[in-house]
């Protein structure tokens, strides 16, 4: 926390969980937000930032990230993720516990912690493993990750292949009243498929993995989710049949949650065909068809899916760049994710209000984090956007080590200018200042 | 080059006319397979390298015996699949070729896009011998001449005359067998929609993959209809290693509904309808031995087309310097 | 481009009488068969054919050569030049070979054609006809019977043109850069 008192200014301040949305004046004080009104008084001494023509939103929180450390930091470490993190608006970030070794006890949770207060960059929340290491098997201590500062449960990466160890795991983590994230694929429904299963995948000699294999399992865990009373949230969810899943089961009153990426409502599988086998177009679940971007764009909408949610996953180029059927699955987006979203918005898929809602009440709310709001003496965590800055995605410029971006080489509007954790000033774009 | 492609990756990315430039040089390439010494000089002193991921005696020969008629150096170079745990990637062992200054490359690979791949990162010009399911196009290539072959000879023309490409256009062609996993279903999907032939497909439904009606033919899960009328049939070869994904009950019930026998031949198949098979020939599965040796199997002229048509590859993309201009017809 | 006519159908009839009476003495013991070279030697190797024919009684065999897959320049040209048939379906070995071209410049198509042409077999004897030699030779190649010479200098072109190819008359043209 900074003691600092700054004032900004001129800028449109959207913070749906307080309704609002017009030019206002946000007042930080001692690192809180001390106040936010359309007509302030700013004594001298004050620091003034100038955001006319800006948005000024809570800072973006990503409930879905992969920062590799322990074990994988020459991909990328929580400090060079936290401040990819920033670029991107985003002042919060859940890292997954897929590292080496995995997030299945506090050591590794106290790590990742420690790294993150060691950067002072954007706030990281761990996310423990379901089962232990990983396997499936057994279920990791969820008092124990808990205690130690996790926010959420997961296996991302791997789906929890055993349905009764998904039950015992809702179940389980009722007691620490823990949300189970959960990636969703049957493996044997997938099998060798690289791509999305359709006309796409036929023309290209490619095999594909049906848009079923990740519905049967939505299916499954919305049935076990009823019968357990668990908090259940499906990650990076890419497909109609699972739309439709998530949204009848919220109609009958479940507590299931859901998240979408970027790159879900932007690109198709199509995209794979015209990019030339570019394993930048590569990830987990793949990139699906139109009539199913259609259906997670309108679950978006109408708040079926809950929020927005990047799925960062850098790698290396050893890992990325060989052949289509070897690469490894994952695309980095915490730099892009606001500049992508914001094509939605300009192409009619959703309001700007929703925008923001989707990445600051409605995460804070789907895993009960602090912040997604500009409230009255919480801390600082600010963002300043300019939804009209062109700018050329070039990932070498990125301040993630991954440079494997479906966006890259490509023109897009709409980037963070400020950003401020604490109400410290802990991100500023060269060339913003006013 | 041919037309303006300096790499053959597929014959989806080519025109007809393309095609048909290619097709047309092979019909001259093949009468020097005829000559009592077969080696013309036209490729002296160009280095055409096979980079074979995957194992293929036959059309690695193939190519390599195209390469030496045109007097050129073929080197065979044949990897252990890529694997990144096994030490060297794709990108590095193309890279380490190209330091020996090929003039071709000629690739195999299993996994679909790898030729375009390594087209995109070396100086020198790429031909695809076959990429996981996607293409295959010298075999696309060489079913076309033969097929151009039969239906001109069919046609009435006299035994000498050169083969007439016009004559695929508004002939059925089908193909039977595993298309999903099979790049030779899709090169000839391509060629033949392009000069105007007409595709069906056939095969059990577990290898029929979705949307190849989009790339053009028509879908029969019954052998009967889908050969009934055509003027040629293409059976693909079944694999019985697909480990982990059962497609079939086994090779037994395929042959049974899928494969073709003499009286299935005789009593559904048209008697001008030529039968092609890109080889290695499961005897008993898709063809039975009476059948890959009879009378209507244009088999073994699909090799013999099969070098010609290679011929004319290397040559036409071995022809030049790219970044001149095209000089006016040579000083004689 | 300017063209002028340098020669007209009755002159060329005239040079290829006695070309073909010239042959006939040259070729005396030896069994002649005559191969125009593509695309410039084959209509006039079947008219020579057919002068011989009236001249000696006889019908020669006749066939065509294309020369594109043995040409030097392969490497220098923007693409592959475009192959034509060859066809010469005779034995060449032990023939006295006619190889016919229609104009006779650097020498290298004839280059290309005698090296295509043993491969086919041991001729026990080669001639070349042409039926204008414009010099510029760039290697030893000598014809043995000419219809005309014609000095031309580099820059400019020189064309036949033969009614079996559409022309209205035949007629030797050549080609210069300069005011119509």
């Given amino acids: 926390m900074s003691d600092e008192t700054i004032f900004i200014e001129g800028g449109r301040v959207i913070d749906p969980a307080a309704g609002t949305d017009g030019l206002r004046t946000v007042v930080i004080r001692a690192g809180r937000i001390a106040e936010v009104s359309e007509r302030v008084e700013r004594p001298r001494e004050a620091r003034a930032i100038d955001a006319r023509g800006r948005w000024v939103v809570p800072g973006f929180i990503d409930l879905h990230a992969h920062l590799r450390e322990p074990g994988q930091e020459y991909k990328e470490t929580v400090e060079t993720g936290a401040r990819a993190a920033l670029a991107g608006g985003f002042t919060a970030v859940c890292a997954m516990p897929n590292t080496l070794p995995p997030n299945d006890n506090a050591s590794v949770t106290e790590l990742v912690l420690a790294r993150a207060a ?271 800055h062109e700018w050329r995605c070039d990932p070498a410029g990125f301040f993630t080590k991954g440079r494997n971006s479906p966006w890259k080489g490509a023109s897009l509007r709409g980037r963070c200018t400020h950003a401020f954790v604490g109400g410290r000033l802990v991100h500023e774009l060269r060339g913003a200042l006013r | 080059m041919i037309g303006r492609h300096r790499h053959l990756i597929g014959l989806e990315d080519l025109s007809r006319e393309e095609i048909l430039q290619i097709l047309t040089l092979s019909t001259s390439m093949k009468e020097v397979l005829r000559r009592p010494l077969k080696k013309v000089p036209t490729l002296r002193g160009k280095a055409i390298v096979n980079l074979f991921f995957e194992a293929s005696t036959r059309t690695r020969t193939s190519f390599e015996t195209a390469a030496k008629i045109l007097s050129a150096d073929a080197v065979n170079w044949t990897a252990a699949t890529s694997s990144v745990s096994k030490g060297e990637t794709l990108l590095d062992t193309a890279r380490n070729i190209e330091a020996m200054r090929p003039d071709v490359l000629v690739i195999r690979h299993p996994a679909g896009g790898a030729p375009g791949f390594i087209a995109a990162r070396v100086a020198c010009a790429v031909v695809s011998a076959g990429d996981g399911a996607h293409e295959h196009p010298s075999q696309g290539l060489l079913d076309l001449y033969t097929l151009a072959e039969h239906l001109t000879r069919v046609g009435g023309a006299p035994p000498q005359a050169p083969p007439d490409f016009d004559t695929l256009a508004g002939k059925t062609v089908t193909i039977v067998g595993d298309v999903t996993h099979s790049r030779v279903a899709r090169s000839n999907l391509h060629g033949l929609t392009k000069l105007g032939a007409k595709v069906r497909v056939c095969g059990p439904p577990t290898m029929i993959p979705p949307g190849i009606e989009a790339l053009g033919a028509s879908v029969h899960y019954h052998l009967r209809p889908a050969v009934e009328g055509a003027d040629a049939v293409m059976m693909l070869r079944i694999q019985h290693e697909r480990i982990g994904d059962p497609l079939l009950p086994g090779t037994r019930e395929y042959s049974k509904v899928w494969g073709l026998n003499e009286r299935k031949v005789k009593e559904w198949l048209k008697p001008s309808c030529a039968i092609l098979h890109p080889g290695p020939i499961n005897r008993g599965v898709e063809l039975s031995p009476e059948v890959a040796d009879g009378p209507q199997s244009v088999i073994l002229e699909q090799v013999e087309n099969g070098v010609a048509v290679r011929m004319a590859i290397l040559y036409l993309v071995s022809g030049g310097a790219p970044d001149q201009s095209t000089e006016g017809a040579a000083r004689a | 481009m300017r063209e002028e006519a340098v020669m007209n159908a009755q002159a060329i009839e005239r040079h290829l009488k006695r070309m073909a009476l010239e042959i006939h003495e040259r070729a005396q013991g030896g069994e002649l068969a005559i191969v125009g070279i593509r695309r410039g030697g084959v209509h006039l190797a079947k008219r020579l054919g057919h002068e011989l024919a009236l001249a000696t009684g006889r019908e020669a065999p006749l066939g065509t050569l294309d020369i594109a897959l043995y040409r030097d320049d392969l490497s220098e040209r923007a693409s592959a030049p475009v192959v034509g048939p060859t066809d010469i379906k005779f034995s060449v070995s032990g023939k006295t070979i006619l190889l016919v071209d229609d104009v006779l410049y650097t020498g290298r198509t004839v280059r290309a054609a005698l090296d295509e042409l043993v491969d086919f077999g041991r001729p026990r004897r080669v001639l070349l006809a042409v039926l204008i030699d414009r010099g510029g030779r760039e290697l030893p190649i000598a014809p043995d019977v000419v219809g005309a010479r014609l000095e031309v200098p580099e820059p400019e072109q020189v064309e036949v043109r033969l009614t079996e190819e559409g022309a209205k008359g035949d007629e030797v043209i050549v080609k210069s850069r300069g005011p119509a």
């Fill in chain 1, 118 to 388: 060691e950067a002072g960059l954007a706030r990281v929340y761990p996310v423990g493993c379901i089962s232990k290491g990983l396997k499936g098997e057994e279920l990791a201590e969820y008092g124990e990750l808990k205690e130690a500062g996790c926010v959420a449960l997961s296996d991302d990466g791997r789906p929890v292949a055993s349905p009764a160890l998904m039950r015992r795991a809702l179940e389980y983590a009722r007691a620490f009243d823990l949300p189970v994230s959960v990636h969703e694929e049957d493996l044997s429904l997938v099998g060798k498929g690289v791509m999305h299963e359709g006309e796409t995948s036929t023309r290209l000699g490619l095999l594909g993995a049906p848009a079923a294999a990740e519905e049967v399992m939505v299916l499954r865990d919305i049935a076990l989710a009823e019968l357990t009373g668990g908090r259940l949230h499906i990650a990076h969810l890419s497909c109609q049949g699972s739309v439709r899943a998530v949204r009848e089961a919220k109609r009958r009153g479940l507590a299931v949650t859901a998240e979408a990426t970027p790159h879900h409502l932007a690109l198709r599988d199509e995209d794979v065909a015209r990019s030339g086998y570019d394993s930048s177009f590569k990830m987990n679940p793949p990139l699906r068809s139109a009539a199913d971007v259609l259906a997670v764009r309108e679950g978006l909408a109408d708040g079926t899916i809950d929020c927005i949610a990047t799925d960062h996953a850098p790698h290396s180029l050893v890992e990325k760049e060989v052949e289509f059927d070897l690469a490894a699955n994952g695309v980095v987006g915490l730099e892009t994710a606001f500049a992508v979203c914001l094509a939605l918005v300009r192409e009619g898929a959703l309001s700007e209000r929703r925008l923001v809602e989707a990445l600051t009440a409605a995460p804070a709310r789907t895993f009960g984090l602090p912040g997604g709001a500009l409230a009255k003496d919480a801390p600082a965590d600010v963002a300043i956007l300019d939804p009209a």
